[in-house]
C-alpha cells in the first residue's frame, strides 16, 4: 500500500507528524532483539527510565502509558478520590479535550475551573489567585473537596509558565494542602523556551508529578508519568495495569524514548519546532487583518485571521483549527516542520491578507 | 545501545516475541507518508478497517485500542451496566490476569466464574450448562444480573471452541437474553486450527463482540474490537476516547494491521505457532514424568513436569511459567519461534526427564 | 433525652422542618402492623405507588430512595452513560451541592453549564437557547456528549418553571435527542404555585423522569423516582439495590407518602410554606436597604440586606443563608413556618433596617 | 388505611420487624423539638455519637447512613483503591446479596473468596489460613493486590467468631499488611452470645471498622459505621455525601438509635432473639427427618427439613427461605418474636415431621 504524504496538514496539529529517525532508530533496534521480557521487564525500559532519572536529577518514579489522556488521569487519580477536585484552567486539555477521562479514571472527582485575571486569562494560564479563590470559596461537604492543581505546561495557548509562576503556585498549593500536577504534553517545547535545566520547572519548582509528552515530539506512542513525589506512587503499578494501559511489548513503547533521550533529541526536536513558530509568526504579525493573539513562546502560534483569508486558506489545502479559545485560528509547528512550508503559508496568508483588505 | 537477542526465553509467552517483518514494514511505510489525520481519520485506519470488514465477511463496527485488558473491558462495558454480570471460564483473562479491569471500566459488573463439567474444566472451556446453571440460579435483585457470557478463543488452556460449541454457548445466550463476548487475544490460533472461515466461529456462530487480538501474533501493539452487533457500538467512539484509548498517531496503531491482514499474514504466523506447539508436544509427550495434559490445539502445550525437570531447565536459561491451573507448565509457542529452538528444548528436557527417571 | 424546639431557626433550610403529623400517621400505623415483607414487597409501598400513579394519571415506573442526592443521580445514570454529559443551570443543585454525587454515579458523566440570558439566569432559569448553544457547541468525541436535560422545579432561586417554559425546552430537549430529567426537591412547591395538575409540568410537558421530593415537604426521609418514559427504567431495580438505596423496612419510606398523598396533604404543605414566602415578601419587600430579588414563586424569599441588619437579625437568633448565587439571603419557608413567626422575624428586619438607614 | 398483623412471616427475616418502641419513643421526641440542623448538626447525632464512643469505650469516628450494603460498601472503598481486594467467607452478604455494592462504590475492587477448612466453612467462617493463602497466592499487578479482611459478626449462618478467632484474622491482617472490616449486621446478636465487652471484638481484637447494624436490631433505617482507625476516615464525611447517604435530617435516623443506646436496648433486644432461637432450637432439634446444620450462635437456626414438612408449613402460612448456604432452610427470629409463635411453629412443625415419617 503506497500513499503520498501531506505537507499541507503540517498546521493542524504536531500529533499529525510522523516518528522521528531516532526514535525509530530505537524501535528497531529493540525489534531486532528477539524476545525480550514482557511488561516492562525488558532493557529498553530499565534504560530509559534510567535516563529520565538522570535528566530529572532525581529518583522519580516512571511508568509508561499509551496516551495523554491516560497519562493526566491515572496521575490524577493517583492524587485524589471521587470526592475531591482538581483545579484547573478553563482552557486545560483535561477540562475541555479528554471527554471526561479525569473524571471516569477518578471514579468522580470534579473538575474546578479557576478564573484568572484577564491578562494571565489570555495566555491560558491559571494564576495563585484563581487557585486561592476556589478554595477558600467553600468547605462544606457538600462540594468536592480541592486536592489537585493541574498546570498545562507549555499551555494549550502556546505560551510557557516561568519559573517563578510555577514556584508561587506551587506556593499556594502546600498551603492548602494540594497536590501540583503538571500536564506536559508539550513540556519539551516548554523547557526549550526557557532555556532551564528540566528540573527547574518540575520537582524544584514545587511538582509532585509530571506528565511527560513524548508523542507530539516525536514518538509513536507513548507517554511517562514521572512521579517526584514518591508517596503518590504506591500501587500506581496495579492502576495501570488495571486501567489498560500496561504493554505487553512495553519495549516498542520505551525504546523510542532511548532514542529521543540519548543525545538530547527531545529537546532538540523542540526547539525546532519552538523556531518554526517563531519564523511563522515573524512573517505574518505585521499582515493586514492578521491579530496574532500573544507572541508565541512554544511552538504555536495563535492568531486571528480574517474570514476571507481562512477560506482561501483552506481552499488551498492548508489545514490548521479555527475553534480556539478567543476566536484566533492555532497554527501548530511539530518536530518536522520545514523553513519551506512555513514560508509558503506565510505568503499564502500574505497573498490573501492583502486582497482581503 | 546493543542488545543481544534471548532465544531462551521463547517458550514464556508469545508476548515476549517482537514485531513480525509484514507488520514492520507497514509500520514503516506509514510513517513515511509525513502528516496524516489523527484519531483515525487516516487512510491505514480506513484500509485495515476495511480489511477487517471483507476478513469477516460482514459490515461490521471496528476501533483500535491499545491492548487486550482493555479490548475486553471496554467491549463488556458496552454490553453491561454496573449492576449486571459477566459469565465466564475460572480460567479466562479477564478473571485471572486483568487485575480488575473488567470491573474497573464496567464500574463495578462482577464476574460470575461458571462450573463446567470436569472434562470440559481440564480444557477450559465453558459449558453451555455451566453457563444456564449461573443465569437460572437467582432472579433476585441482590444479585448482580447476568448480562453476558464470555469466551476465550483459543482459551487460556492452549484448546479450541469448536463451531458447535460456540454455537451452543450462542443458543444458551440468546434464550437467556446474554450477549455473546469472545475474548481473541489467540483467534487467529483457533483459526489456524479449525481451519474454518473467521465467520464461521464468530457472527455466524452468535457471537456479539469480538476482541481481536493482533499483539501476541506478531504487532507491536494494539488490538482490535469488532462490533457483529452494531447496536452495541453506539457512541463506542466516546468510550474510547474516554478510556483513555484513543491513539492520537492512530495510524502506528492501525497500519500494522494492514500489513498482518494482506497475504493473510496473521493466519501464516498463526499457523507457525500452532506447529511448533505440534512439533514441541511430539517430541515430548512420551518422556518419563512428562504429562502432557491434553494434545496442544493451539499454540501452547500444556505439561506437568517433575520438579528436578523444571530446575534443571530453568537453570539451562530456558524460561516458561509454572503457576498455570491444573498445575502445569505452560509452554508457549510464538510466530517467531524456530524448530531448532524446539528440539533443543525437547532435547534439554529429555536429558532432564531420563536423569530424573 | 429532652431537648426544647428551636424556631428561630426557620428561615434556614425546609429541610430543619420536622416531619408532619399526616406522614406521622402513616409511620406509625406501619409499625403497628407487625412483620411485613421487606425491600418493597409490602402493601404500604404497593399503596404509594399506586398513589402516584394516580396522581399523576400515567402507568410510571416509581422507586424510593433515601435522599435527593441519589435520586437525582441514580436517574442521571439511567439516562447517560460516563462519556454522556448533563445540561443544566449554573445554580442547579446536582452542579453545586451534591459533592459530585451525578459524577460519581454515572462513572464520570459531565455536567455542563448552561449560559441563560441574563433575565433567566437571575431567576435561576435554563433557557432552550442555552441548551441549544451547548448541543451544537461540539460534536466531536473530545467531548462528552450532551444526553440530558436537567431542570429544577421550583428552581434553586425560588422561582417556577412555567408550563410553557418546561414544553419549550422539552422541544429542543427532543430535536437534539436529550432525555428531560427534572430535580423535583421543591415540586410540590411548583405545583402549588403554578396550580396546574401535576402531569401539566412533567410527562405531558416532556418530561421523562421526576425525581419527586418529600423530605423538605414534611416526610423524615424518602423521595420517589418517577419513570413517566418506562424504557429508562430498566433493571433501576438492580441500580437501586447495588447503589446502596434499598431499604430493607421499606414501609418506613413509603408509608409516610401515603399520609402525604392522602387528602392532598403534600399539596396544602407545599401551600402552606408558599403563603408563608409571600407573607415575609410582603412584610419586608419595602423595607430601606432591602432589596427582594424577585417576588417569591415557592417558598423562599431571595434578598439583599444591609450587612448591618443580617449581623443584627443572626446576633437575636434568627439563621438563614446568606452564600446564595448572586449574594442574596435566602430566606426559607417550611410546611410549619408560622404566621407569628414570619411576622416576628419582619419586624426584627423592620427594626435592624431602621437602624441602620 | 389500615391493615392487619403478619405473624406468620416471623421466621422469613429480621428485617420483617418494625421499629421497637425505645427507638419509636426516640424518633417522635426528636420529631416534637421543632426546627433542628440539618445534616448532622443537631444535638441527636451529637448524643448518638457520644453514647457509641462511650460503649466501645474509645474515641472512635462515627458515621451514620442508611442501609448495610451503603455501610460495608462506603467503608470498604475508604479501604481500598479500585485495583485492591477484599478477602471474604464464600456466604459473606458483601459477596452474595449486594448486589455487586462493594464493587460499585470502589469502582472495582474484587471480592477474593476465602476457602477455609470443611469445619468453619459449614459454620460460615473465614480462618486465618483461608486468608494466608489468599494473600501468600499471587504477588503479580494482573491480580487485584488484597487490602481487606472482611468478616461477618455474627456470620450469614448465624454463627459467632469468638475474641480469639476475630484475634488470630487480625493477626494475620495485620502480618500481611490488610485492614480488618466488620459486617455487623447482627453486632448485637455477636455480642449478646459471647457475653464479651464490644470493644474485646472490635477494636480491642485488631477490628479496623465495624458496619454496626441497627436496623435487624429494631431500627426502622440506619448503619453506623464506626472508624476505630480514625485515619481511615480521612474525608469521609465527603464521600457518605457523595455517595447519596447523608440523611438532610440527620435526627430521624440518629434519634432512634439513641433509644436503642440507653439503657441498653440493644443487648436486650439481641438476647430476646437469641433465646428466640435457642427455644426454637430445643424444640425441633430432635424431631424426625430434622437436621440442625449446627446449634444456633446467634438469631438463627439453620435446618434441612423434609421437602413434604416445607410444604406442609408454607401451605399453612408460615415464611422462611429454603435457599440458603448448604440446603438449609434458616429460620430468624427477631426482637419481636414471640415465645409463642416460636411454639406455634415448632409444633406445626412437629405435626408435620411425625406425618412425613
Not at 503506497?2 to 529517525?21: E, K, M, R, V
Not at 528540566?198 to 509532585?208: C, F, K, L, N
Not at 532511548?258 to 529537546?267: D, Q
Request: charged letters at 20%; one cysteine or more.
Amino acid at each position: 500500500m503506497t500513499i503520498s504524504t501531506a505537507p499541507s496538514q503540517q498546521f493542524a496539529s504536531d500529533n499529525l507528524a510522523g516518528i522521528c529517525p531516532e526514535a525509530l532508530q530505537s524501535l528497531l533496534d529493540a525489534n531486532a532483539s528477539g524476545h525480550q521480557p514482557a511488561y516492562g521487564d525488558d532493557i529498553w525500559t530499565q534504560k530509559s527510565t534510567d535516563m529520565l532519572r538522570e535528566l530529572f536529577q532525581t529518583d522519580c518514579d516512571v511508568y509508561y502509558v499509551f496516551n495523554g489522556t491516560a497519562a493526566n488521569s491515572l496521575a490524577l487519580a493517583s492524587m485524589c478520590q471521587s470526592y475531591h477536585s482538581v483545579i484547573c484552567s478553563p482552557v486545560a486539555h483535561i477540562e475541555t479535550d479528554e471527554c471526561g477521562g479525569p473524571e471516569f479514571f477518578s471514579n468522580g472527582s470534579k473538575l474546578l475551573v479557576g478564573e484568572s485575571d484577564s491578562a494571565a486569562a489570555l495566555l491560558g494560564k491559571l494564576t495563585p489567585d484563581a487557585v486561592d479563590d476556589l478554595v477558600t470559596k467553600r468547605h462544606d461537604i457538600h462540594y468536592p473537596k480541592p486536592k489537585v492543581v493541574s498546570l498545562t505546561q507549555a499551555t494549550e495557548l502556546g505560551t510557557v509558565y516561568t519559573v517563578e509562576e510555577v514556584r508561587a503556585i506551587a506556593a499556594i498549593a502546600k498551603r492548602r494542602h494540594l497536590k501540583l500536577h503538571m500536564d506536559g504534553a508539550r513540556f519539551a517545547n516548554a523547557v526549550a523556551t526557557l532555556g532551564v535545566h528540566p528540573s527547574e520547572i518540575t520537582w524544584r519548582a514545587g511538582v509532585d508529578v509530571l506528565c511527560f509528552g513524548g508523542t507530539k515530539n516525536g514518538l509513536p506512542v507513548g507517554e511517562a508519568v514521572v512521579f517526584f513525589d514518591r508517596d503518590l506512587s504506591a500501587d500506581f503499578a496495579w492502576r495501570v495495569k488495571q486501567a489498560g494501559q500496561l504493554a505487553s511489548k512495553m519495549r516498542f513503547i520505551s525504546a523510542p524514548w532511548v532514542g529521543m533521550l540519548e543525545h538530547n533529541t527531545w529537546l532538540r526536536n523542540a526547539r525546532h519546532a519552538n523556531a518554526m513558530a517563531q519564523r511563522l509568526y515573524q512573517a505574518i504579525h505585521g499582515l493586514p487583518g492578521v491579530r496574532v493573539m500573544h507572541p508565541p513562546q512554544a511552538n504555536a502560534v495563535f492568531a486571528q485571521l480574517p474570514a476571507a483569508c481562512i477560506a482561501r486558506l483552506h481552499a488551498t489545502g492548508w489545514k490548521f483549527y479555527e475553534f480556539i479559545a478567543g476566536g484566533g485560528c492555532r497554527l501548530m509547528c511539530a518536530w518536522d516542520t520545514q523553513p519551506e512550508t512555513v514560508d509558503a503559508f506565510a505568503a499564502d496568508l500574505a497573498a490573501a491578507s492583502a486582497q482581503a483588505a
